[in-house]
């Protein structure tokens, strides 16, 4: 168990739905990280977030938004789905900066999300 | 854009042969991440290295960054069942955290 929970586990849904991702980093991390996992693509980095703010961007689609709130959980927003957007979501949480571990990263759970 | 490569794909072991899966980045990184991921789990953070040349140790997995900071290498010895998963190196080029993933192999062991 690495401290980092995302919730749903499952989610199943049909094309043009809008879906939610949660996101809860371990106690102490300040960065939270996106990431999509699909067969054809393996792991893509889609967003990062620092204690609040946005850091970095990867392969994020438009119809994709991501926030982290006060209390560092984050969420995934994705919008208007389509079939192709099936694949495991990954959330990682890393230490703070300043710490020696900042580039370690732990991963969540994953959410499953099937769009039908 | 950048990239990493991981070759091979899969690897199929007898238990107690070694293994070794290797990484090329189309541009210079800052540091080099190693993961693991078992069937039907998460990506397990292994290892960091940072310096040229770096060569780490974990038991029997031995890690190596190239001189160049552009390949790496993970070295398993004498396999074992519980090594079964997907290795990952994630390649970090501007120390940022933004990890590009290799394609990852998927190691087999047979018994």
């Known amino acids: 168990d690495s401290g980092v929970t995302q919730t749903p586990k499952h989610l199943i849904t049909a094309t043009g739905q809008r879906v939610t991702l949660r996101c809860s980093p371990r106690?102490?991390?300040?960065?939270v990280y996106w990431y999509q996992q699909s067969l054809d693509q393996g792991l893509q980095f889609l967003i990062q977030?620092?204690?609040?703010?946005?850091?970095a961007k990867g392969n994020i689609l438009e119809r994709f938004s991501a926030q982290q709130f006060p209390d560092l959980h984050s969420e995934l927003n994705l919008s208007s789905l389509e079939l192709g957007d099936s694949a495991l979501y990954f959330c990682?949480?890393?230490?703070?900066?300043?710490?020696?571990?900042?580039?370690?990263?732990?991963f969540g759970p994953g959410t499953r999300l099937t769009v039908l | 854009g950048q990239q990493v490569m991981q070759i091979p794909q899969y690897q199929h072991v007898q238990e107690g042969e070694d293994f070794t899966t290797y990484c090329n980045s189309s541009?210079?990184?800052?540091?080099i991440q190693w993961y693991k991921q078992r069937p039907g789990g998460h990506p397990v953070f292994l290892i960091q290295?940072?310096?040229?040349?770096e060569v780490k140790k974990q038991k029997r997995l031995t890690f190596q960054f190239g001189e160049a900071k552009k390949n790496s290498s993970l070295h398993i010895t004498a396999t074992q069942t519980t090594d079964v998963g997907t290795y990952f190196c994630?390649?970090?080029?501007?120390?940022?955290?933004?990890?590009?993933f290799g394609q990852g192999t998927t190691l087999q062991v047979k018994p």
């Open positions: 290295l940072v310096k040229s040349g």
């Open positions: 977030y620092y204690n609040g703010e946005e850091r």
């Open positions: 994630a390649g970090d080029p501007g120390n940022t955290g933004k990890l590009i």
């Open positions: 106690s102490g991390d300040l960065s």
């Open positions: 541009t210079t990184l800052s540091n």
């Open positions: 990682a949480s890393s230490p703070r900066e300043g710490s020696g571990r900042y580039n370690e990263q732990f």
